[in-house]
Nanobody, 125 residues
């Protein structure tokens, strides 16, 4: 298990930007694929974006492609989610996740072993 702490959520208006930050305690962070997922009220958790351990391979949900960007800085164990052109439908709790022992990115929540507690993003119209 690795501890993940998210920050950067908040209340914004449609069209605004936010940057989410996830800091991991894992000292072998550079070998670990990372992802962002979100869950809106009354809905299931859904994939948002993921990145390989090197940061060279990234996947995005169709709903955020072209608006969100995932990136990582392996020193100091941080992954980011830059969210631009936010829409009310982006409102959700956003979770950071780690895929321990795997360098390849994934879009499947079941592939991720450790999860943060989440950060709330609310987009008003």
């Amino acid at each position: 298990q690795v501890q993940l702490v998210e920050s950067g959520g908040g209340l914004v208006q449609a069209g605004d930007s936010l940057r989410l930050v996830c800091v991991a305690s894992e000292r072998t962070f550079s070998w670990v694929a990372m992802g962002w997922f979100r869950q809106a009220p009354g809905k299931e958790r859904e994939f948002v974006a993921s990145t390989s351990s090197s940061g060279l391979t990234n996947y995005y949900a169709d709903s955020v492609k072209g608006r969100f960007t995932i990136s990582r800085d392996n020193a100091p164990n941080t992954v980011y989610l830059q969210m631009d052109s936010l829409k009310p439908e982006d409102t959700a709790v956003y979770y950071c996740a780690a895929r321990l022992g795997f360098s390849m990115a994934s879009t499947y929540a079941g592939d991720f072993d450790s999860w943060g507690r989440g950060t709330q993003v609310t987009v008003s119209s």
